[in-house]
């Protein structure tokens, strides 16, 4: 054995080592936090199409958590492609059918659930490690390695509910499949090559621009190398004819509706969306607090530490550039001197870094192109991936450091820099913490009481995360807008109409308010509060933090303030279809009195509204307040003759009141509106047969029997059978 074999060997031993404790690293920042974070909306919009969690539907709760959240299980993933889509069109279904399939075959756990996505974001690290090792060394892959492991950004993202680890990932492997096709070839790197780009295309609409990225490489710098070129390009073609057509069929939400969330950034914002992912403060993919400082010093250290933020990003971004420039000049160097690499003796390539530099930049000017030319479309986490690169044009500079002397001070720097932005975003929510607030209005709240969450939107996330329980959920507020008046009013009328509690009628049932503050705003919130004094109200507050505020407010009526006259109080828009809904709500949780008196303040609010009437009836009718419930569906159909329900309660309420031949004419167009619908028909055939018209009820029940595929009507041919029908 030569003297060289044994340094060879510690050198191997040496970097695996290396690679498993970064792995490990990177696991470790996976995996925290990965199953208290709450549901936020982008995990929400597909979590609400997959089965109820497991133990859900135990809870005698859990039709209402289904109503509240509106869940829809879908029953295939063909189901869940298509329901993704009416939340979140521009889906693409390859992450969506591993999401499902590990849903339902893992146990139906959130927190399961994310380890997929913790498992598939591990599974980039080694690709990049590999990939740094085959363009500049051993040094440079454990580097790339090293910023991908400890990237904040990446460890968020590793560990949501969302497609972006996948992404990630595939990113990494088709660069790292792409180098070997140009570099060594063989049929089983294409073969990989075309299977992983496969893959890109169906995991996000703008994955597409990677293997771009590559296409413009080869054209730029492979030109000479016609057949290479040819194949790729053809092959590529064929790869994105699938999902082309599969995109174009996107019908994405209109610009205005988008506005609020989607719009193009500042320059300065473009640029540290390209160079500074990882840095908090430079982007809104991050938030910044003292939680994990506070564990080591002082408040006012701590504070102190996290108002340097922006410094340190400016900082590490100076050093990104720093060592992308070393490589880029050692490349231009060694090619003009015809020196090669240090680790590896071979000679310097400066294509790569090239590509590198590509990779880096290329999608993120496409989208903002496209974004001044058409409309808004880039959001950091949609060019995340390009990070990679810069990665490895980092880990490039540090093996491009001739001397020891300088690697070690500058990875040292690198490792402080991320410990920093750790510190930042270790411990505590990333997202809204619903699961904190929830958790405390459980703890706190009584079965009675309602509580009330700002918009229609947010009640739905608000609802999922609180899970089944007794409480009845709704909303008061118009989704993105600031505008808390009618959140304010229906919070005046649960205090003046609610009655005392089931279990102590000493006391009035409470009332909890939840909001959603704004990115990176801090509660209380100001414009909810003075819209609550204003009309004699008086509260507890609590907050919970995060990226977006959760703000609950406990709130009660304050005897010492009396609340203004109606006419004096200001409403805003949808005023009327909160209220109704918060009498439906209250008609789910078998409240009737109270959700009859709720409808009837809608129906102050403004008469001409039909929605108000058709509620209101429903609960005189569960109250079997029949002449009530009649007069209340007549005044719905004045309204609006196109809600078929109506039609059919109206139906149901003639017969009890015993205007059967009215019930026979209602129901009759209930039947033709409804022509499916079993409690129409039933009702049509309970009509007739009261009304003695047997033989027509017979011939009714047969001829549905027929259309339906199904007996639902032995009561009433029993009925006909004994007055001789």
């Given at each position: 054995?030569?003297?060289?074999?044994?340094?060879s060997?510690?050198a191997?031993l040496?970097?695996?080592?290396a690679v498993?404790?970064?792995f490990a690293?990177?696991?470790?920042l996976?995996?925290?936090n990965?199953?208290t974070e709450?549901?936020?909306?982008?995990e929400?919009?597909s979590l609400?199409?997959?089965?109820?969690?497991?133990?859900?539907e135990?809870?005698?709760?859990f039709?209402?958590?289904?109503?509240?959240?509106i869940?829809?299980?879908s029953?295939?993933?063909y189901?869940?492609?298509?329901?993704n889509?009416e939340?979140d069109?521009?889906?693409?279904?390859?992450?969506?059918s591993?999401?499902?399939?590990?849903?339902?075959?893992?146990g139906?756990?959130?927190?399961t659930?994310?380890?997929l996505?913790?498992v598939?974001?591990l599974a980039?690290?080694?690709?990049?490690?590999?990939?740094?090792?085959?363009l500049?060394g051993t040094?440079?892959?454990?580097?790339a390695?090293?910023?991908?492991?400890?990237?904040p950004i990446?460890?968020?993202?590793?560990?949501e509910?969302?497609?972006?680890a996948l992404?990630g990932t595939l990113?990494?492997a088709?660069?790292?499949?792409f180098?070997?096709?140009?570099?060594r070839?063989?049929?089983?790197?294409?073969?990989?090559?075309?299977?992983?780009n496969?893959l890109l295309?169906?995991?996000?609409?703008f994955a597409?621009?990677?293997?771009?990225?590559e296409?413009?490489?080869l054209c730029?710098l492979?030109?000479h190398r016609i057949?290479?070129v040819l194949?790729?390009g053809?092959?590529h073609?064929a790869?994105l004819?699938?999902?082309g057509?599969?995109?174009s069929?996107i019908?994405?939400f209109?610009?205005d509706s988008?506005s609020?969330w989607m719009?193009?950034?500042?320059?300065w914002?473009w640029?540290f969306?390209?160079?500074?992912?990882?840095?908090v403060g430079?982007?809104t993919q991050?938030?910044?607090?003292?939680?994990?400082?506070?564990?080591?010093?002082?408040?006012?250290?701590?504070?102190?530490?996290?108002?340097?933020?922006?410094?340190?990003?400016y900082?590490?971004?100076?050093l990104?550039?720093g060592?992308?420039?070393v490589?880029?000049?050692a490349?231009a160097w060694s090619?003009?001197?015809?020196?090669?690499?240090?680790e590896s003796?071979?000679?310097?390539?400066?294509?790569?870094?090239v590509?590198?530099l590509?990779w880096?930049?290329?999608?993120?000017?496409?989208l903002?192109?496209l974004s001044?030319l058409?409309?808004?479309?880039i959001m950091p986490?949609y060019?995340m991936?390009c990070?990679?690169?810069?990665?490895?044009?980092?880990?490039?500079g540090?093996?491009a450091?001739?001397w020891n002397i300088?690697r070690?001070?500058?990875v040292l720097?690198?490792?402080?820099?991320?410990?920093?932005?750790?510190?930042?975003?270790?411990k505590?929510?990333?997202?809204p913490?619903?699961?904190?607030a929830t958790a405390h209005?459980?703890a706190?709240a009584?079965?009675d009481d309602?509580?009330?969450?700002?918009d229609?939107?947010?009640?739905r996330?608000?609802?999922?995360?609180m899970?089944?329980?007794?409480?009845?959920?709704?909303?008061g507020?118009v989704?993105s807008?600031w505008?808390?008046?009618?959140?304010?009013?229906?919070c005046?009328?649960?205090?003046?109409?609610a009655?005392?509690?089931?279990?102590?009628p000493a006391?009035?049932?409470?009332l909890?308010?939840?909001?959603?503050?704004?990115?990176?705003q801090?509660g209380?919130?100001p414009?909810?509060e003075k819209a609550?004094?204003?009309r004699g109200?008086?509260?507890d507050y609590?907050?919970f933090?995060?990226?977006?505020?959760v703000c609950?407010?406990?709130?009660?009526?304050d005897?010492?303030?009396p609340?203004?006259?109606?006419?004096?109080?200001?409403?805003?828009?949808?005023i009327?279809?909160?209220v109704?809904?918060?009498?439906?709500e209250l008609?789910?949780?078998?409240n009737?009195?109270?959700?009859?008196?709720?409808?009837r303040r809608?129906?102050?609010?403004?008469?001409?509204?039909?929605?108000?009437?058709s509620y209101?009836?429903m609960?005189?009718?569960e109250l079997?307040?029949?002449?009530e419930?009649?007069r209340?569906?007549?005044q719905?159909?004045e309204?609006n003759?196109d809600?078929?329900?109506?039609?059919?309660?109206?139906g149901t309420?003639y017969?009890?009141i015993n205007?059967?031949?009215?019930?026979?004419t209602?129901l009759?167009?209930?039947?033709?509106a409804l022509?499916?619908?079993?409690?129409?028909?039933?009702?049509?055939?309970?009509a007739?047969?009261?009304?003695?018209?047997?033989e027509?009820?017979?011939?009714?029940?047969d001829?549905?029997e027929q259309?339906?595929?199904?007996?639902?009507?032995?009561?009433?041919r029993?009925?006909?059978a004994?007055?001789?029908g």
């Amino acid at each position: 054995m030569s003297t060289g074999e044994p340094a060879s060997n510690a050198a191997k031993l040496g970097t695996a080592i290396a690679v498993l404790a970064i792995f490990a690293a990177g696991a470790v920042l996976r995996l925290n936090n990965f199953d208290t974070e709450s549901v936020w909306w982008d995990e929400f919009s597909s979590l609400i199409h997959l089965s109820p969690p497991s133990g859900y539907e135990e809870s005698p709760h859990f039709q209402r958590w289904q109503q509240a959240a509106i869940q829809d299980t879908s029953t295939s993933i063909y189901d869940f492609w298509q329901a993704n889509r009416e939340l979140d069109p521009a889906t693409m279904p390859l992450y969506y059918s591993l999401e499902y399939l590990w849903w339902n075959l893992t146990g139906r756990s959130v927190a399961t659930l994310r380890l997929l996505s913790v498992v598939i974001s591990l599974a980039g690290l080694p690709l990049l490690f590999l990939l740094g090792r085959a363009l500049f060394g051993t040094s440079a892959g454990l580097v790339a390695m090293l910023l991908f492991a400890l990237s904040p950004i990446h460890a968020q993202f590793g560990q949501e509910i969302r497609m972006y680890a996948l992404f990630g990932t595939l990113a990494a492997a088709s660069a790292y499949t792409f180098y070997n096709v140009v570099e060594r070839g063989g049929k089983g790197w294409w073969i990989a090559h075309a299977l992983v780009n496969f893959l890109l295309f169906w995991t996000h609409p703008f994955a597409v621009w990677l293997p771009f990225t590559e296409g413009v490489f080869l054209c730029l710098l492979y030109w000479h190398r016609i057949r290479l070129v040819l194949t790729w390009g053809l092959l590529h073609v064929a790869l994105l004819i699938p999902s082309g057509i599969y995109v174009s069929t996107i019908q994405f939400f209109d610009e205005d509706s988008t506005s609020t969330w989607m719009t193009i950034p500042p320059f300065w914002g473009w640029v540290f969306d390209v160079l500074g992912d990882d840095f908090v403060g430079l982007t809104t993919q991050l938030w910044g607090k003292p939680d994990t400082l506070l564990d080591f010093v002082s408040e006012g250290t701590a504070t102190w530490l996290v108002s340097l933020q922006m410094q340190a990003g400016y900082a590490l971004v100076a050093l990104f550039l720093g060592l992308a420039g070393v490589l880029v000049g050692a490349t231009a160097w060694s090619v003009f001197r015809g020196q090669p690499e240090p680790e590896s003796g071979a000679k310097r390539d400066w294509r790569w870094p090239v590509f590198l530099l590509l990779w880096v930049v290329l999608a993120p000017v496409i989208l903002l192109a496209l974004s001044h030319l058409w409309r808004p479309m880039i959001m950091p986490r949609y060019t995340m991936h390009c990070s990679l690169g810069m990665y490895l044009l980092v880990g490039g500079g540090v093996a491009a450091l001739r001397w020891n002397i300088l690697r070690v001070p500058v990875v040292l720097l690198l490792l402080l820099g991320y410990g920093y932005q750790h510190a930042l975003t270790f411990k505590g929510p990333q997202h809204p913490d619903w699961r904190g607030a929830t958790a405390h209005v459980k703890a706190l709240a009584n079965p009675d009481d309602l509580v009330l969450i700002h918009d229609w939107l947010w009640k739905r996330v608000g609802a999922y995360n609180m899970g089944p329980v007794p409480n009845v959920i709704s909303y008061g507020g118009v989704y993105s807008t600031w505008e808390f008046e009618n959140l304010a009013e229906l919070c005046l009328s649960w205090t003046e109409i609610a009655p005392p509690r089931a279990d102590d009628p000493a006391q009035p049932r409470g009332l909890w308010v939840l909001v959603r503050t704004g990115y990176f705003q801090k509660g209380p919130v100001p414009q909810l509060e003075k819209a609550l004094a204003a009309r004699g109200l008086k509260w507890d507050y609590q907050d919970f933090n995060g990226m977006q505020h959760v703000c609950v407010y406990h709130v009660s009526d304050d005897p010492d303030v009396p609340a203004p006259p109606r006419n004096r109080r200001p409403l805003a828009e949808g005023i009327i279809n909160q209220v109704a809904d918060l009498s439906l709500e209250l008609w789910r949780a078998q409240n009737f009195e109270v959700a009859v008196e709720v409808a009837r303040r809608a129906t102050f609010i403004d008469p001409s509204v039909s929605i108000s009437y058709s509620y209101m009836g429903m609960s005189y009718k569960e109250l079997k307040m029949w002449p009530e419930a009649t007069r209340a569906f007549e005044q719905a159909l004045e309204r609006n003759t196109d809600y078929p329900w109506d039609l059919i309660n109206l139906g149901t309420c003639y017969i009890e009141i015993n205007r059967l031949e009215d019930a026979v004419t209602m129901l009759r167009k209930a039947c033709d509106a409804l022509p499916m619908d079993m409690t129409a028909h039933s009702e049509m055939a309970r009509a007739l047969a009261l009304s003695g018209r047997c033989e027509e009820a017979l011939a009714f029940m047969d001829q549905t029997e027929q259309r339906m595929q199904l007996d639902a009507f032995q009561q009433w041919r029993e009925h006909c059978a004994g007055h001789g029908g």
